[in-house]
Structure formats: C-alpha cells, structure tokens
C-alpha cells in the first residue's frame, strides 16, 4: 500500500483522468487483486493497494466528522510512525556525506535506527522521559567508559565549568619588599643564555605566585599567561 505518481507507467488511464470533486473517488482492481484509487481532498489523491478495495470510514476530528477512503486512512496511521522514526533520528545524526553508499548505510542502521529502537525500549522499561541526543550521550558514554557517565551527563555544561579547578595567579601578602620573588620561567630562561650569575641581577623579581601549580611558583603574568593558556585541571 502506497501512494502513486500519476504519470507512472501501466496507471489506469481511466482512473488518472476522471475529474472528481471534493469527497468523490473512483478505483478500479486488476486481475492480480491490485487496486488503484483516485481520491479527492483538497487536491488528488492517488494510491495503489494489495489489500483494500473503495471502502469508505467516517474519520471523527475534535470538532467534525468527515468520510474518508480506508486506504488513505490506514496509510495516514503507518505513515505516521515512519514520520515519528524519521523526526527522531534527525536529532544529532551521525550522517555525513559519503560516495560509498554502505558507508551511509551501515551508519544509518546501527547509530540512528538501532538508537532509536532501544532509546523506545529503555523509556517503556523504565518509564522515565529522556530526549535522543541525552540518549546518544549516555550509550556514548557507557561504551567508551571514559569516566562516570552518569555523574558526567547529570550535570550541565555551566556547572561542569564552575566546578572545574582553574589555575589563578595570587599576589603574596605582606610587604612586597619581603615577599618577592625571582619569576621562575624568566629566571630559567636567563640562567640558560647568560648564566646563573647574570641572570640573578637581570631577572624581575614578582610578589605573584601560582598556588594551583606543584611548588607554588612564583610567576609573572607573561609567564603564567604562556603556561598556563593550554593546562587542563
């Protein structure tokens, strides 16, 4: 059962041409137990059908009833699941443009309709709501069991980031004429072109330090900028 193109070959021409009005149809069957259906709605309707014949329902809606052709309805409330699956999959698809169609394929099976089959399954069994792209995340999660997928998929991206630990650069309290330091990184570098000795009287010395950082260093803002622009907590 299915809908049909008009100008399809080996088409009734007797049904493809008749004028119809609104509620009308006409639907001829072949020796084969194939039927085709014209029905008119607001526009054409054409089917075509291995179990149905011009049988009409009265469809009921929130406000009014209306007659309708079986076939058409029948075909209404399974496409509807096809529509539902189509919709459901769209949500993050893995899908990418490819030339080699088993590629497409094998993706389009085990990553967005087996995804979407078991997403079903686990909302019956447990009765909870969960939306498709969460449900990616947590079998994602689940397989690759880098860390707690739970704990990590519970909690937003804005509290994930104010939980994450941050290296911060502090200044030393007292007096700053005490509490200087050699820059660790400038003095490192100096040492390594001038000498130990020079490098004492040429390097800044900073009351800032990195509390975050093993040993506490003390560091200038150039310095910690540079460190720390890609560390990870």
């Known amino acids: 059962m299915g809908t049909l193109r008009k100008n399809r070959r080996g088409n009734s021409a007797e049904v493809v041409s ?9 639907a001829r069957e072949n020796k084969s137990g194939i039927t085709i259906l014209k029905w008119k709605d607001k526009r054409d309707v054409l089917m075509l059908s291995t179990k149905h014949s011009a ?6 809606k929130k406000f009014y009833s209306c007659e309708k052709s079986k ?9 509807s699941s096809v529509d539902l699956s189509d919709q459901m999959i ?14 497409k394929l094998a993706i389009e099976l085990l990553l967005n309709t ?5 997403m079903i399954l ?15 995340m947590k079998v994602a999660m689940y397989l690759t069991k880098c860390r707690d ?14 939980k ?4 911060e650069l502090k200044a030393m309290p007292g007096k700053a004429r005490t509490a200087r330091r050699f820059c660790k990184i400038c003095y490192q570098k100096n040492s390594k072109k001038l000498g130990r000795i020079i490098a004492k009287n040429c390097t800044k010395k900073v009351v800032t330090y990195c509390k975050d950082c093993a040993g506490s260093p003390f560091l200038c803002l150039e310095c910690f900028n540079t460190t720390h622009r890609n560390v990870r907590a």
């Open 18 to 26: 008749k004028k119809l009005k609104r509620g009308e149809l006409i």
């Open 55 to 60: 049988e009409m329902t009265t469809v009921h």
């Open 71 to 79: 076939m058409v309805v029948e075909y209404n409330l399974g496409k």
């Open 90 to 103: 769209a949500y993050s698809s893995p899908l990418r443009k490819t030339l080699k169609w088993y590629r």
């Open 114 to 118: 087996c995804m979407a089959n078991s």
């Open 122 to 136: 686990f909302k019956q069994i447990t009765r909870k709501n969960i939306q498709i792209s969460e449900f990616r």
């Open 149 to 162: 997928h739970e704990a990590e998929v519970s909690i937003s991206p804005h509290e994930r980031l104010l």
């Open 164 to 167: 994450k630990p941050r290296h």
